[in-house]
């Protein structure tokens, strides 16, 4: 399976890149969440991405969503690929509710370091790696890119939440816990620990981000726990950190995996995923991207393929519109942009990351005058067609620019085209969509068709007697 690493399109607008969800507007009321194959250990992203992992974060988040409604409200609508969910727009609360029936993981370290108090919350000496807790103990941290353990009073007296909010945060939590609990001891697993997001919306706390998640959660199968609770291996992120720690040397922790490492952490998540919802995930081997691509057109979040029409001032502006109008029957998206290759070239990286690194397929058409810097820059720096469409006002304005938009460098292939329509055709051409195929086919056709009768009418008139 193709691991997905992110997602970037210039059609839509990113609102937020977190260390392993990507957050799209939707509309002024919602977002898409794209759960990346992106995985997080001891505050730093990976550079190995797990595949399938992000598909097994949406699918059992959206399980478990449409369990726990009776609990406490949440931001889910529903799934628009096993990737992505579309979410209603909340203000999030900067605090994670951690729900622990066990002692595991950074607090089982910081316990063994001699640790007794966390987060407000006091633990006898003499307990064992793993050990239940009489009842679940709650220990809450702040939200940001490096989360602080914080007691209850912590949080109110630094403003994160009011007393009345965190009484219902811990009684949410608390019950999710129980809930979450039941469930999967009927499914032989054990819930361990886990931790919880809220937010508000329409004046009313609601869960967000995910639940009961490999990644938010420590998950033990029962029957290994029963055997022996110290090494029990979990199905979820333990398995990682576990390997993380190991593999470490001088307090320095390696930032990539093995594959044989990413391959079981797969494998976990899926069994993960299987056990609690009792169907396996239908994952083929096609590019998470296209796949996304394709289900967000069906769903008309997005066109199944863009056309950006980049100018080198607004004095091309006229030009560009030509190239837009042609191109607006054929349903694909069009992105009106002005970059100066000369004079604000420092833009160009930014630009080469959001087309190049499109999910979607698209081409862009630079439009610029004179010294035409701009098509050899793009197509530099972009792995799409690029086209030049430089505009003209006469004969020698034309020379001009045919000189400077075709004179171009060894591995800068830039094609080069005047007519504005012409360039938005060839354009639709290069993004070689089945449908625009088709299209394309039958106005051939209908152009044969129409000359073909024209004849017909010019050899009748014109026959000789």
Same mark, same amino acid.
């Not at 290759?341 to 439009?367: C, I, Q, T, W």
């Given at each position: ?5 992110? *997602?970037?399109? #210039? ?38 991405? $797990? ?13 478990? *969503? ?64 793993? /050990?239940?807790? #009489? ?35 811990? /009684?949410?939590?608390?019950?999710? *816990? +129980? ?39 420590? $998950? ?104 837009? @109008? ?32 499109? +999910? ?52 800068? #292939? ?17 993004? /070689?969509?089945?449908?625009?195929? @088709? ?16 004849? /017909?009418?010019?050899?009748? +008139?014109?026959?000789?007697?």
């Amino acid at each position: 399976m193709i691991p997905l690493s992110r *997602f970037v399109s #210039p059609q839509l607008k990113l609102l937020h890149r977190g260390k392993v969800r990507d957050s799209f507007r939707a509309s002024p009321d919602t977002r898409l969440m794209v759960a990346t194959d992106r995985l997080s250990a001891f505050d730093q992203v990976l550079d190995t991405a $797990i595949p399938a992992k992000g598909a097994v974060l949406s699918g059992l988040s959206a399980w478990w *969503f449409e369990r726990t409604r009776d609990i406490v409200p949440n931001h889910f609508i529903r799934l628009v690929d096993p990737a992505v969910s579309l979410i209603r727009e909340c203000r999030p609360l900067a605090v994670e509710v951690v729900v622990r029936a066990h002692l595991a993981g950074s607090m089982w370290r910081a316990y063994q370091a001699g640790r007794r108090s966390f987060c407000g919350v006091s633990v006898p000496d003499g307990l064992t790696r793993h /050990q239940a807790f #009489p009842e679940p103990i709650v220990t809450p941290t702040t939200k940001s890119d490096h989360d602080e353990e914080a007691s209850p009073a912590e949080l109110v007296a630094a403003g994160l939440v009011t007393p009345e909010q965190w009484k219902a945060l811990e /009684q949410a939590a608390r019950k999710l *816990f +129980a809930a979450g609990a039941a469930t999967l001891a009927e499914r032989g697993l054990k819930l361990c620990d886990t931790k919880y997001e809220f937010g508000i919306f329409d004046e009313e706390i609601v869960l967000i981000d995910e639940i009961h998640t490999p990644d938010s959660s420590r $998950i033990w199968p029962a029957d290994a726990f029963a055997r022996d609770p110290q090494r029990v291996e979990s199905l979820d992120k333990e398995y990682v950190r576990a390997w993380l720690l190991e593999a470490g040397q001088g307090g320095r922790r390696p930032r990539a995996l093995p594959p044989e490492v990413a391959a079981e952490t797969t494998r976990r998540y899926l069994e993960l995923f299987e056990r609690v919802t009792g169907v396996s995930l239908a994952l083929s081997d096609e590019d998470p991207r296209e796949r996304m691509v394709r289900h967000l057109a069906a769903q008309g979040f997005m066109k199944d393929a863009w056309v950006a029409v980049v100018m080198g001032s607004p004095g091309d502006l006229a030009h560009a519109r030509r190239i837009r @109008d042609a191109l607006a029957p054929y349903g694909v998206a069009v992105d009106m942009r002005v970059l100066s290759a000369h004079k604000n070239g420092e833009a160009l990286p930014a630009l080469a990351e959001l087309y190049g690194g499109s +999910a979607d397929r698209g081409v862009v058409v630079a439009v610029a005058g004179l010294s035409n810097g701009l098509g050899g820059a793009l197509a530099a720096n972009l792995p799409v067609p690029v086209l030049s469409c430089p505009p003209f006002t006469d004969l020698a304005d034309l020379q001009v620019n045919l000189a400077s938009s075709m004179m171009l460098p060894s591995e800068v #292939p830039a094609g080069t085209i005047l007519s504005p329509s012409n360039a938005a055709h060839l354009a639709l051409r290069c993004l /070689q969509l089945p449908r625009l195929k @088709d299209r394309l086919a039958l106005e051939i056709g209908a152009v044969k068709d129409r000359l073909a009768a024209r004849d /017909q009418e010019v050899r009748a +008139a014109e026959r000789l007697p």
